[in-house]
């Protein structure tokens, strides 16, 4: 229950603040810890605030022998305080590798030039 009860303040507010671990933990009589557990063992569940964008870029091995560690190298230093960068393993696009997923959208072989242009588009949009 605790998955499905963080999974919807995630959907709803786009991350688990400490009052609301403590608060889960006590409504669902749980230790803090227990729930902070479940919040940091699950790569969608954060405790920070992200950012407007998020960008999640594949760091299992297929994306990681076509590049990825170093896009994800390059993408911290593309993007604005606005923009999260998280690292995830498997989008389940191995066959176009890299992969990133922006805002939701899979978007596979991202190299470092088209990870500009995707982050280009994102500030048009924002405009």
């Known amino acids: 229950m605790l998955v499905q009860i963080l ?6 507010h786009g991350w688990v603040s400490e009052d ?5 933990a006590q409504a669902l009589n749980l230790s803090r810890a227990d729930v902070h557990g479940v ?10 605030q992200p950012g ?4 999640k870029i594949c760091q299992a091995e297929a994306c990681q022998a076509m ?6 190298q390059h993408a911290h230093a593309a993007v604005d305080a606005g923009t ?7 989008l ?20 470092a030039a088209r990870f500009d242009a995707l982050v280009a588009d ?4 924002e405009k």
């Open 7 to 12: 999974q919807a303040i995630v959907q709803a």
């Open 20 to 24: 609301t671990i403590r608060q889960l």
């Open 39 to 48: 919040v940091e063992y699950y790569h969608d569940f954060r405790t920070a």
């Open 52 to 55: 407007r964008n998020i960008v």
């Open 67 to 72: 590049g990825s560690r170093e896009l994800t």
């Open 84 to 90: 999260t960068i998280e690292p995830v393993y498997c």
């Open 92 to 111: 389940g696009n191995c066959a176009c590798a890299p992969a990133v997923m922006v805002n939701g959208k899979t978007i596979g072989r991202v190299d």
């Open 122 to 125: 994102l500030r048009g949009a």
